[in-house]
């Protein structure tokens, strides 16, 4: 496969995926980001935890959906995350459920 078939194979499945996106949105009542995924949850547990003087984050998703063009099913009932940066945890209100095609 060539650069340019690999980078138009990719940016189908962006597009593809900002579309499931948009459609599940109104879904879910949560948005979560994290250093290496984004999700939409509509139950959402954070635990600041320390070990050894480093602290991370201790997630629980319950009804998620995972921004992944890789995963074959990206609608996933419980998640655990585990992560040593910040963690993004943001309630959607009616009008962030108003997305421009």
Not at 11 to 28: I, T
Not at 33 to 50: G, I, K
Not at 51 to 76: K, N, Q
């Amino acid at each position: 496969m060539s650069r340019e078939e690999l980078e138009r194979f990719e940016n189908e499945h962006e597009l593809a995926l900002f579309r499931e996106y948009r459609d599940v949105l109104p879904l879910f009542k949560y948005v979560v980001e994290t250093e290496r995924r984004f999700y939409l949850a509509n139950q959402v547990d954070v635990q600041a935890r320390s070990t050894g003087g480093e602290i991370y984050f201790e997630l629980a998703l319950h009804d998620a959906w995972v921004w992944d063009i890789y995963r074959s099913s990206r609608f996933v009932k419980n998640v655990r995350v585990v992560t040593f940066k910040d963690v993004n945890v943001e309630e959607l209100t009616r009008n962030d459920l108003e997305i421009s095609n």
